[in-house]
């Protein structure tokens, strides 16, 4: 919906700008947003997944941004059938444990990650790409950071995260 495009770029200039308070009150206004959205929609319906899935993503990237990573470790997880909401999900959660050195808790989210991107249907599209790539490219940068706090090989992961994004329609 329009609406949720309008938030979107609110979120994203707060991000910018660095205004925490409200980027975080106008992604939890958007995810409100996209959850009656598609409420509203049949649920077989496409146009409601590919409009609205991709804003799915905002708030715990909002989260992200800010580094709130005992907050992301309390946000409860998103229902199986929700695609999106589990690979970013999932991704939040990989890179708060990575941050936070919890070990066992990053190696979980990162197989959650990886299973949510697996059980992705090919062809479910957000906004210009299949949500399976954008997953891929999620699970690699949630490597990176596990293993750039570990290992020497970050930037491997790093490079492949990168190699995806460029084949990404924009």
């Known amino acids: 919906s329009y ?5 979107h770029f609110a979120v994203f200039a707060a991000c910018m700008i660095g205004d925490k ?7 939890s206004d958007l995810t409100c947003a996209v ?15 590919v409009l609205v899935d991709a804003f799915v993503m905002v708030e715990y990237c909002v ?10 470790g309390g946000l409860p997880p998103p229902p199986s059938d929700d695609h999106a909401a589990r690979i970013f ?19 979980r989210h990162l197989g959650e990650l990886r299973k949510a991107v697996g059980e992705c249907p090919k062809d479910l599209v957000m ?12 699970l690699h940068v949630a490597t990176a950071e ?5 290992r020497d090989s970050w930037t491997q992961s790093l490079d492949e995260a990168l190699e995806l994004e460029d084949g990404l329609a924009y």
């Open 3 to 7: 609406e949720c495009h309008n938030m």
């Open 21 to 27: 308070k409200t980027a975080l009150a106008v992604s």
């Open 35 to 49: 959850q009656r959205t598609k409420r509203d929609f049949p649920d077989d319906s496409h146009v409601a997944r």
């Open 63 to 72: 989260y992200v941004r800010f580094g709130m990573w005992s907050e992301i």
């Open 89 to 107: 999900y999932s991704y939040a959660s990989a890179v708060a444990g990575s941050v936070l050195a919890r070990a066992d808790e990053t190696a």
């Open 127 to 138: 906004q210009n790409n299949p949500l399976h790539r954008l997953g891929d490219i999620a």
């Open 146 to 150: 596990a293993e750039y706090r570990g």
